[in-house]
């Protein structure tokens, strides 16, 4: 059976930024992802100013808006800011970039390969079985790695979106609770379409109710979606820890998404890096991915107050909303980074 220092588990913008590290550092690391590209994958694709952006070459980069348009059933307001306050980039175009970049770092990437059964010292795959002595969890929302060290996934969220075609220049988050309960609807625009789509937490997440509110919602803003396809994914904001001995948890597999928004991608690459760097140095400093889980924790507080009731949803979503319109807090705090 081959060994490796360290097994990632899931080739998504975590898995890949831990591999990149590690194998700069000159470790012997094998990343096994299910599908047979790294990349793709069901996502509003909005990364944020002081999350992913500064982290990506501009070029991959495909709209950027320096104008966030905000409104729900009592008010609306433009959040405005001389840099882009989020951007838009398209999953595939930047698991293409990460994957070039971890293979050129020397790590070995194995795609189309399943990891079926997980051991306390090996993985078992349809391509056959590998021993590790760490094993990194960045298998997102349904993870096995996370399933293996037992624990369960309370809090999770649904996104449900359709890609349309069209030309969108705004960037829009309707907060509508008749429509979206304590989530929202989203436009995010790139190149000759827009994702458009829904996010909602538990308990108001049932996928069917979900899509029929999308449906109604993309009808009122004159959206067509004649003949397209819906996609829906989960996202996992139930934090229960990350280390586990020699078994390590990120992004969305340790529940690092924000409960509140769904930007998932920052906290995957965040906890990644982090993750990379205690294999590398067992007491290095945590600081950037605790300062993550405090806010991330702020985020689900605010969703599980405003899941109490319809009222206290409603005045959290209006209040939430005054604020950001009267400056008392920045855009940044429903952001993921400081
Ligand atoms: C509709 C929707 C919209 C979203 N919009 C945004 C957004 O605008 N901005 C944002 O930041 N986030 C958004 N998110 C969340 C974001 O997509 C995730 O938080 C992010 O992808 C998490 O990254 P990750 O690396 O932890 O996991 P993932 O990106 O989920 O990667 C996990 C990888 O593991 C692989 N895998 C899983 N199981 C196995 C197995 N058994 N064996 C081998 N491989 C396996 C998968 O194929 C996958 O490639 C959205 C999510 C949804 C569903």
Known sequence: MLSFSVIIVGAGPGGLA????LAEHGLD???????PVAGPKVCGGGITWDGLIRRVPEHLIEGVFPRQYIRSNHQQTVIKSPDPIVATIRREVLGEWMYRQTLEAGAVMKTSCLVQKITPDYVATNQ???RY???IGADGSSSIVRRYLNLTTDKIGVGVHFQVPGNFDRMEWHLND?????GYGWIFPFKGMASVGIYGAKPYNNPKQMLTCLRRWAALQKIPLNGLKPRAGLINFDYRGWRFGNIMLIGDAAGLASGLTG???YPALVSGETAARVIINPDYDCHELQRLIKKQQKHR???SFSAKNRLLNIATMEILILALRTGLIPFSMLEMAD
Do not use: D, P, Q, Y
């Not at 690391?29 to 599908?35: A, F, I, N, S, T």
């Open 18 to 21: 831990c591999a990149k590290l």
């Open 29 to 35: 690391v094998l990343v096994l992802e299910r599908k």
């Open 128 to 130: 056959g079985s590998f």
């Open 133 to 135: 002595r760490h094993l």
């Open 178 to 182: 008749t429509l979206f309960n304590n």
């Open 263 to 265: 930007e998932g991608m």
């Open 301 to 303: 507080r605010i969703v």
